[in-house]
């Protein structure tokens, strides 16, 4: 079984950078894809940005595009959200996922499979 941690998550202010990370461990890991969501409470799970394990395509949701990067580390099996001029509403549980099933997108919740516990990221103005 995998299990995927994530870490990196905090209190910051508006127009900080911040930087998450999604660690998968357990059996051979080779995943389709990997990604990030977010949920605020009373909402639903949001897409923020997912990778393609092996050619390293990357997806964003439109609220974060060109503020949030993700990429990977495939020899590590990591994978990491840096979190650019963050503002408030990007205050939210930031999941990581993983697609280990066959599937041709990975910009949907259910295309994911395996999902970390989450980490809080909380921006002040």
């Known amino acids: 079984q995998v299990l995927l941690t994530e870490s990196g998550g905090g209190l910051v202010q508006a127009g900080d950078s911040l930087r998450l990370s999604c660690a998968a461990s357990g059996r051979t890991f080779s995943p389709v894809g990997m990604g990030w969501f977010r949920q605020v409470p009373g909402k639903e799970r949001q897409f923020v940005a997912s990778i393609r394990w092996k050619n390293n395509s990357q997806y964003y949701g439109r609220p974060v595009q060109g503020r949030f990067i993700i990429s990977r580390d495939n020899d590590r099996n990591v994978i990491y959200l840096q979190m650019n001029n963050v503002v408030p509403s990007d205050t939210a549980m930031y999941y990581c996922?993983?697609?280990?099933?066959?599937?041709?997108?990975?910009?949907?919740?259910?295309?994911?499979?395996?999902w970390g516990q989450g980490t809080q990221v909380t921006v002040s103005s």
């Open positions: 996922a993983a697609v280990q099933r066959t599937s041709a997108t990975i910009t949907f919740e259910d295309d994911y499979d395996t």
